[in-house]
């Protein structure tokens, strides 16, 4: 589902490589949190999964597009299956729920159709049933960020990125939006959380990967944080078995 071999990005010559020869598979279905500190690279990641950027040197594989021989007019097509939430929502002021939502699915070419037959039943899956005509203004944070997790699913995505997305939420919300990420993720879409929240990478006990000076440092089965070091069983790539 997402390949990684060997990707290096660099950005200027002098400067020390944002990511250095990261190497990663994640499989179909996959419920993935990927921590580090603030500039450790995993913004750097996220981008070129979405082909904000080009890596330096490496390959990228990602729902078995090979991003070596991406053209620029199929880069619509790669985010169709890369849905992408934010801590800070991004929905459009002066657009209702609804509207909110059709439009992400607009700009992708979806027709009236589908966008009338996906619309309300995403609105239903992220619990907003009787939102839909609600402007952003009129919602709590948490609401708003169930926006953002319909707008990203309406187009069925076969990945789901969650880039920090319970940064500006209280523990309740937070806790409300990591429990919606795991039902999507139980439908069959891989997800990748990013975050920062010692709590949920202790409690969710998902694969953790960690990424320190552009570097993946550790990619554990189940992990946890401990002391700001996530730990516990690793997997050691060399002979395919758990190691704690």
Sequence with gaps: MILLDRVTKVYGKEANPAL??????IGPKEFVILVGTSGAGKSTL??????????TSGKIVVGGIDYDTLKDKHIP???RKIGTVFQDFKLLP??????NIAFAMEIVGMSNHEINNTVPKVIDLVGLEGK??????????????RV?????????PKILIADEPTGNLDPKHSWDIVRLLEKINRYGTTVLLTTHN???????????IT???????????VGSYRQGVAAVETLDPDRGQIKV
């Design 20 to 25: 250095n020869r990261v190497s990663l598979h």
């Design 46 to 55: 996220l981008k070129l999964l979405t082909r904000e950027e080009k890596p």
């Design 77 to 79: 097509l790669l985010r």
């Design 94 to 99: 002066n657009r209702t729920v609804y509207e």
């Design 132 to 145: 839909a005509k609600k402007f952003p203004h009129q919602l709590s944070g948490g609401e708003k960020q």
């Design 148 to 156: 953002a997790i319909a707008r990203a699913v309406a187009r069925q």
């Design 198 to 208: 010692q709590e949920i990478v202790n409690k969710l006990q998902r694969r953790v």
């Design 211 to 221: 990424i320190d000076h552009g570097k993946l440092v550790e990619d554990q089965a």
